[in-house]
């Protein structure tokens, strides 16, 4: 399973754009990247999903990088909710020996600030 | 909707004691899994299941069972609880895919304390 890096954690005014970083330079052609968040302790929730293209859904926007060694989530006017551990995961495909597991790691703390 | 539901919120055990926790999903998912969350961890898959009848281990499956008699539910059980199983228990599913509607839905977790 490919490994992911993420900076420990970052700050972001609030209204203002967030943008957090994830290198996966070990990642294979048919490994997908997915972002979760975790608020205070609550279940994982998804945020997003991609393979090649850039993605956008009513929460965030996913930029991946054309070699795909790394990806940036976008939440696009962060508010305080946004406050919480954001995980980057690269999974393969079900039906390639994928158990479905995700590997979390220590994720991002995003901290969202008045 | 109810989602992932999971049942108790809160549970505290005595070593050697053994329990089930309850995980249910009524989103039809065939994939269901469960994890635990230590302090300042990320989550750790425990066993899963694609499909009613078919479990498989995940990475840290010591100490623990489980069952999928139906496609809805997705029961956790300690068979005997040691201090090293204090933590929080996160039940989640999904439809085996990798396109869309891939994404993994979380129950709200179990905080299980083992004295």
């Known amino acids: 399973d490919a490994k992911t890096t993420q900076p420990p954690s970052m700050d972001c005014a609030e209204g203002r754009a967030a943008n957090l970083p994830c290198n996966h330079s070990?990642?294979?052609?048919?490994?997908?990247v997915y972002w979760y968040r975790q608020i205070h302790s609550q279940g994982p929730q998804y945020i997003i999903h991609?393979?090649?293209?850039?993605e956008t859904n009513e929460m965030a926007s996913l930029i991946i990088t054309e070699d795909r060694k790394s990806s940036t989530l976008i939440l696009p006017h962060a508010t305080l909710r946004d406050t919480a551990v954001y995980y980057c995961?690269?999974?393969?495909?079900w039906g390639s020996g994928n158990t479905g597991k995700l590997i979390f790691g220590q994720g991002t703390t995003l901290q969202v600030k008045p | 909707n109810a989602g992932v539901t999971q049942t108790p919120k809160f549970q505290v055990l005595k070593t050697g004691q053994s329990m089930t926790l309850q995980c249910a999903q009524d989103?039809?998912?065939?994939?269901m899994s469960w994890y635990r969350q230590d302090p300042g961890m990320g989550l750790r898959l425990i066993h899963y299941?694609?499909?009613?009848?078919?479990?498989d281990q995940g990475e840290v499956p010591n100490g623990y069972n489980v069952s999928r008699s139906t496609t809805e539910d997705f029961p956790l059980r300690l068979l005997s609880a040691a201090p090293s199983q204090t933590s929080v228990y996160f039940c989640?599913?999904?439809?085996?895919?990798?396109?869309?509607?891939?994404?993994?839905?979380f129950g709200p977790g179990t905080r299980l304390t083992v004295l």
């Open positions: 989640a599913s999904s439809y085996p895919t990798s396109g869309r509607r891939s994404e993994q839905f």
């Open positions: 989103m039809n998912h065939e994939y």
């Open positions: 299941s694609v499909g009613a009848g078919i479990t």
């Open positions: 070990t990642i294979s052609g048919n490994e997908y």
């Open positions: 991609g393979l090649k293209n850039n």
């Open positions: 995961i690269v999974r393969p495909p």
